[in-house]
C-alpha cells in the first residue's frame, strides 16, 4: 500500500558525471519495499508532477536510489542537501517475482538500479553493461557484497568485454543454470535480452518506463498495449513478464 513519506536525506553524492547516489532516512518505506518497485518524489512546489525513481537498495532502515541528471527536477534533487526534507510517495508497482535457486540479473546504464535492490533480496548473479569504465566502477562496488558473480560490458572495451550485455549473455547462460532473467535497461537491450530467454526457455522479467503522472494507476497516462490488453505500468508494472510486452513474432514490442 503506497503511502506518502516524508524523509530526510542522509547523504546526496555525486558518484559518475551526472549520477547522483541519493540515501534517505526512511525506515518504514525500506520494511514495505520490495526489489523493483520504485517512489514519486515532490521535487518542490514548484514541480506539478512528481519524479519516479527506482528503488536500490532496502537495507538498515535506509532508502537508497541513483538517479542521472536529465532535466530540471533531478537537477533540482541533485542540489538537495544532507539534512533536508523530501515528500515521498511509496512504494510503487508490483516488484519482479520472487523465485527459488538463482536469477540473472541483466542490466545497463541507471537500469542498474533496481535490480541493485534485487540482489540484495534474492541469489543473484550480475550481467552489467554501461558506456565507459566510469560509468560502471560504481555499480560494481555496489553490487559486490550483494551479487554471488558480477560479468561486465562496456560499449569502450575500457573494462570487462567489449560490447553490449547482449554479446555476453550466451555465454553466461552456458556455463551456469538460472531459474530466470530479470532485466532493466533501454528497451532494445531488454528486447535483445528476452529474446536470448525465449531461445533458452528461460523465465524473463523486464522492468518498462513510460513517462507518468499520478503514479497511482489512475490517470492512464502510463498506459501500454500488451498481450492481454491495456496495462498501466505505473501500477500493472513496471514489471512485467517480457511476452507479455514483446512481440517476438514481429520484433516490435507492443507499444
Ligand atoms: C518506474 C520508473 C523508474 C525510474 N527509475 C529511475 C532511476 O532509478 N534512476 C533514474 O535516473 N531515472 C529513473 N527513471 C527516469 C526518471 O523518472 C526521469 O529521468 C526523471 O523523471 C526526469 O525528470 P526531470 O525533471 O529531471 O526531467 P524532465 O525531462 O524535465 O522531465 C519532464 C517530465 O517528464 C518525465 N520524464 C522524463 N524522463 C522520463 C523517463 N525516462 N521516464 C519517465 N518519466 C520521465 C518527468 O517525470 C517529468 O514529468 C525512472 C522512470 C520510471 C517510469
Ligand atoms: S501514472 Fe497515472 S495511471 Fe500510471
Given at each position: ?7 530526510t ?21 525500506a ?9 514519486q ?8 508532477l512528481?519524479r ?6 532496502t ?5 537508497k ?6 532535466g530540471r ?8 542537501q ?6 515521498i ?19 545497463g546504464?541507471m537500469g ?18 554501461g ?22 560490458t ?5 573494462v570487462?568485454?567489449y ?17 530466470a532473467i ?9 528486447r ?21 503522472a499520478?503514479g ?5 497516462s ?15 508494472g ?7 510486452v ?6 516490435n514490442p507492443?507499444?
Open positions: 500500500m503506497a503511502q506518502n513519506f516524508i524523509a536525506i542522509l547523504s546526496n553524492d555525486e558518484v559518475a558525471e551526472k549520477i547522483f547516489k541519493l540515501t534517505v532516512d526512511a525506515a518504514e518505506l520494511e514495505n519495499s520490495r526489489a523493483g518497485q520504485f517512489v518524489f515532490k521535487i518542490s512546489d514548484d514541480f506539478t512528481r519516479p525513481l527506482g528503488i536500490a537498495s537495507i538498515g532502515g535506509r532508502v536510489i541513483f538517479y542521472r541528471v536529465v527536477g533531478t537537477e533540482f534533487l541533485s542540489r538537495r544532507v539534512g533536508d526534507s523530501l515528500n510517495l511509496g512504494a510503487l508497482g508490483n516488484g519482479y517475482t520472487p523465485r527459488d535457486g538463482k536469477v540473472l540479473l541483466v542490466g546504464g542498474l538500479a533496481p535490480l541493485l535492490c534485487a540482489a540484495e533480496q534474492f541469489s543473484a548473479d550480475v550481467l552489467m553493461g558506456r565507459t569504465r566510469d560509468e560502471v566502477n560504481f555499480w560494481q562496488a555496489e553490487f559486490r557484497p550483494h551479487a554471488e558473480e558480477i560479468f561486465l562496456t560499449d569502450d572495451g575500457s570487462g568485454r560490447g553490449f550485455v547482449t554479446d555476453a549473455l550466451p555465454e553466461v547462460l552456458a556455463a551456469k543454470n538460472y531459474s530479470l532485466t532493466c535497461g533501454p528497451e532494445i537491450m531488454m535483445g535480452v528476452a529474446r536470448i530467454a525465449a531461445a533458452k526457455n528461460l523465465p524473463c522479467e523486464v522492468s518498462f518506463e513510460k513517462r507518468m499520478c497511482l494507476g489512475a490517470c492512464l502510463c498506459s501500454i498495449d500488451t498481450v492481454n490488453g491495456r496495462r498501466k505500468v505505473c501500477k500493472d513496471p514489471i512485467f513478464d517480457a511476452r507479455e514483446f512481440d517476438y513474432e514481429s520484433d507492443h507499444d
